[in-house]
């Protein structure tokens, strides 16, 4: 369907490159608005590819995709489906990417689900062409890649083969590595619930290498419903209680809006590494947790094994182990964006010490007609974006600023727009 579109329409005013939460989210406030939107890429499908057995770390109530009406909500689904979304009762990831499938169908006119290759500047805005080599033109394009572009490997294993280390974002089922020794890499959610789960899968061995000091955990959520002073001393928010996180949840413009510094402090310090609590006692499996480490050097043995060299509390130490899983994070560079032009990426201005691109408003990159969505905008616009509950926000703005754009001409920048992250860091847009 969507070809038939490209057919009728050479120059589309929209396509959306991503078929996450966040491009789907984009992509159902632009149907609703007739621009007719072009989307690619396959629904769900990182979320689709998590090991079973993971469950969602945020509230059914903050997890849902975003369409104007607020007809298709997580909860809508799970009504459809018989199940009951509750407060403090975690979700399997499993339903989570079938709802976003739901989601697709219902909000959605057409997905596309070839992979894009490339987002160029041409005549009219730009060249999208797909992974088959047919190229779409498009006034305007929304970038939702979601984070797996992003992904982070410490320095000293990056050199190592997939078959020695991968990163927590490469795993489906987790019993290919059953009677192995296993090494996770981190102490956030990811690496908690990794490490749990292959305990559960049958692994010879697991143990955590963290260079934090303790081990995080968010307490059980207190009632929805409480007593008005509860209430007010820690209001819920889609990212947690308390007041900073409500600040972070509700106004990611007015963090656009900070000092350059500051916001760089925030992005780096806030809704830091923490285990669901719904976890801890599964996690106790897992006996060999090693806090206060981080891995100097790796490199495989003669009998096809790794060696880490890793420094802890009581000086140097030496791991031997079978395979590394790095549950780091991601990491929003814009040199990791290589769905973009060269020419492309070279020009757009920047922000933070990552080297984001810079995000002004209504979504809107330094070039014009590229918008952005997701983890990429989170140097810019705060926390938030780097969760399902920042979808929302995005989505109906970042519209507004493409039925904007289109008004104005539709996009096309010059390249040679200098790329420069302390100028651009105290730019507004």
Not at 295 to 320: H, K, Q, S, Y
Not at 410 to 422: C, N, T, Y
Request: charged share 20%; hydrophobic share 45%; aromatic share 8%.
């Amino acid at each position: 369907m969507a070809n038939a579109m490209a057919k009728a329409n050479p120059v589309c005013d929209l396509v959306v490159v991503g078929a996450g939460p966040y491009g789907l989210s984009v992509a159902a406030h632009a149907a609703a608005r007739g621009l007719g939107p072009v989307t690619f890429g396959r629904p769900m499908e990182s979320w689709h590819a998590m090991p079973s057995g993971m469950f969602l770390k945020s509230e059914p109530w903050a997890s849902h995709l975003s369409d104007p009406a607020g007809a298709y909500g997580l909860d809508a689904y799970a009504a459809a489906q018989g199940v009951r979304a509750e407060h403090g009762v975690p979700l399997p990831v499993s339903f989570f990417a079938a709802y976003g499938d739901w989601f697709a169908r219902q909000a959605v006119p057409a997905v596309d689900e070839r992979t894009v290759l490339s987002v160029a500047p041409a005549p009219e805005g730009f060249a999208v062409t797909a992974e088959d080599g047919e190229t779409l033109r498009a006034r305007t394009v929304a970038l939702a890649v979601g984070v797996l572009p992003f992904l982070e490997v410490p320095g000293p294993l990056r050199h190592l083969p997939r078959r020695y280390v991968t990163h927590s974002s490469h795993h489906g089922e987790l019993g290919v590595l059953a009677g192995r020794d296993v090494t996770v890499v981190g102490a956030g959610q990811a690496a908690l619930e990794t490490a749990a789960l292959l305990a559960e899968a049958g692994a010879g061995a697991v143990r955590i290498v963290a260079r934090t000091d303790r081990l995080r955990w968010n307490t059980l959520p207190p009632a929805l419903r409480r007593g008005p002073w509860a209430a007010l001393r820690a209001p819920h928010t889609g990212l947690g209680c308390g007041w900073t996180n409500k600040l972070y949840a509700d106004t990611p413009g007015a963090f656009r809006r900070l000092p350059a510094a500051t916001r760089a402090r925030l992005f780096d310090s806030a809704l830091g590494p923490a285990g669901a609590w719904w976890l801890r006692e599964r996690f106790a499996a897992v006996t060999d947790v090693r806090l206060g480490h981080r891995i100097t050097a790796a490199a495989v043995t003669g009998d096809e094994r790794l060696r880490l060299d890793v420094e802890g509390p009581d000086g140097a130490a030496v791991l031997e182990t079978d395979h590394v899983v790095a549950a780091t994070g991601f990491v929003p560079s814009l040199d990791r964006a290589g769905v973009l032009d060269p020419a492309l990426r070279s020009a757009l201005r920047t922000v933070g010490p990552a080297g984001a691109p810079e995000t002004g408003a209504l979504f809107e990159s330094s070039w014009p007609g590229l918008f952005l969505a997701g983890l990429l905008t989170a140097p810019s616009y705060g926390p938030s974006m780097r969760f399902v509950f920042g979808a929302d926000y995005t989505a109906g703005r970042l519209v507004r600023g493409v039925r904007r754009r289109l008004r104005a001409g539709g996009g096309g920048g010059a390249v040679g727009r200098p790329r420069s992250g302390e100028r651009a860091a105290g730019a507004r847009a």
